[in-house]
């Protein structure tokens, strides 16, 4: 049996709009779908500006979690231009013009695949956080008392130097032994010679 070619582009646009009226006038249009990519880039935004991540913590805003994805949700739902808007000013725009309600109940289902996403990559986020700091005091707990309680990238810096420096040395020593017995290296009075033996 042979299949058709499926326009799957056209699954991901299929949506339908609905306008709503704000409390002062305002209207807005919502779209009661949007694609998997935009709904993934949605969960993105909410935890790019959320999660914080410094060297040894990892921690989110979560008071601001709400606002940001009331931001998010009106800049893929709807027609409001919201990409310069600070999230807490865009959920308050939606909220006390009694709008927030109606897209909600418009965009029900689809927006909840939207959440199962972000609920899906914050944990992603947690525990490569986690992963990476475990790894991180594994080695520190293995062989930190090689580096002598310093941080390892300053301990492997600090040994690259110190090479660089000792080889720069052995050079300066040998150009000066070249020079004092005639091109000849020698070591304690004894010529060394780094030819081939045949």
């Known amino acids: 049996m042979k299949q058709k070619k499926i326009n799957f582009k056209k699954y991901a646009d299929a949506h339908e709009e609905t306008e709503l009226i704000g409390k002062d006038g305002i209207k807005i249009q919502v779209r009661n779908h949007i694609s998997y990519a935009d709904k993934i880039q949605m969960a993105k935004d909410v935890i790019e500006n959320c999660v914080m991540i410094h060297d040894d913590s990892c921690c989110y805003e979560s008071h601001m979690i709400y606002a940001e994805k009331i ?10 231009p919201v990409d310069n808007a600070d999230a807490s000013e865009v959920a308050d725009f939606v909220i006390n013009n009694d709008l927030i309600a109606g897209i909600r109940e418009y965009i029900h289902d689809d927006y909840y695949e939207a959440e199962d ?15 990476d700091v475990s790894l991180k005091k594994a080695i520190k707990t293995s062989f930190g008392f090689l580096f002598n ?16 420096t000792m080889f720069k040395a052995l050079d300066a020593i040998n150009k000066k032994e070249q020079e004092v017995n005639g091109g000849e290296l020698t070591v304690g009075g004894k010529i060394l010679n780094f030819a081939k033996r045949e």
């Open 149 to 164: 309680g310093e941080d390892i990238t300053e301990s492997l810096a600090k040994a690259e130097l110190t090479k660089d």
């Open 117 to 131: 996403i972000y609920i899906t990559l914050m944990n992603m986020v947690v525990d490569t956080y986690t992963d």
């Open 71 to 80: 931001k998010a949700m009106v800049k893929y739902y709807t027609n409001v």
